[in-house]
């Protein structure tokens, strides 16, 4: 596992790009104590995705938090990213550790699976994320997965990351599950207000210590 995520919980902001406004926006996230930051992008525009992950980089080296790319192992691997997101339809983990390297934060989604998650972690993914929690405007169709399935996957020795329709007022449960870390997309980044928001997410978290 990773020793990025070693002492590391709380939100695991993800960016909604894109936007003209994308570094100014995940800038305030990371203000606002986001402890992971994800740059998702589905678009095909590869130059701007290249610019704006390396931008991205660069901030996040500065406020001491690791950046993961959501599917693309190739741009992680050109920019030096701390790692990689993979969902279902992505990359094999086995060939993306293999070109980002050992130390890489490889983040794989379990959706609502248990023996999904159970496989990757045995394949060495650094953490492990189930979802949907709560009804997500960023996909209105996503399996729901239930707080007993944190509990359960607590035995499975990795992070456990919340996605998923999730609120400063609904995380609480799922901290209280076992999530290490609340994602959030529109929660953070569709405020009026990108610091306020990350902080009031940020802030489940501060009477808990930082380290199961």
């Known amino acids: ?15 909604d790009g ?14 606002g104590g986001a402890r992971l930051l994800q740059y998702r992008d589905k678009t095909g525009d590869s130059s701007r995705r290249l610019a704006e992950a390396s931008a991205l980089l660069g901030l996040c080296r500065t406020h001491g938090v690791p950046l993961i ?11 030096g990213a701390d ?17 980002l390297g050992a130390h890489a934060i490889i983040g794989v989604s379990c959706y ?5 998650a159970a496989n990757l972690a045995r394949q060495g993914a650094s953490y492990l994320a189930f979802g949907a929690f709560f009804a997500s405007p960023t996909k209105p169709g996503a399996r729901h997965a239930s707080t ?4 359960a996957a607590r035995s499975l020795g990795r992070p456990l990351v919340a996605i998923g329709g999730i609120t400063p007022d609904n995380a609480p449960g799922l901290i209280d599950a076992g999530a290490d870390f609340v994602a959030a997309i529109s929660g953070v ?5 990108v610091q306020s928001a990350a902080a009031r997410y940020a802030s489940l ?8």
């Open 83 to 99: 790692g990689v997101h993979l969902g279902e339809d992505d990359a094999d983990l086995a060939e993306a550790r293999e070109r």
């Open 18 to 31: 894109p936007r003209d406004d994308l570094i100014d926006v995940c800038a305030c996230a990371l203000a």
């Open 148 to 151: 007993g399935l944190l509990r």
């Open 189 to 193: 980044f569709g405020s009026g207000d």
């Open 1 to 15: 596992m990773s020793t990025h995520l070693e002492r590391r919980r709380g939100l695991y902001a993800i960016t």
């Open 69 to 79: 790319v959501n599917d693309d192992v190739l741009l992680a691997q050109a920019i």
């Open 112 to 116: 609502d699976s248990l023996d999904r």
């Open 205 to 212: 978290f501060n009477d808990a210590t930082d380290i199961r």
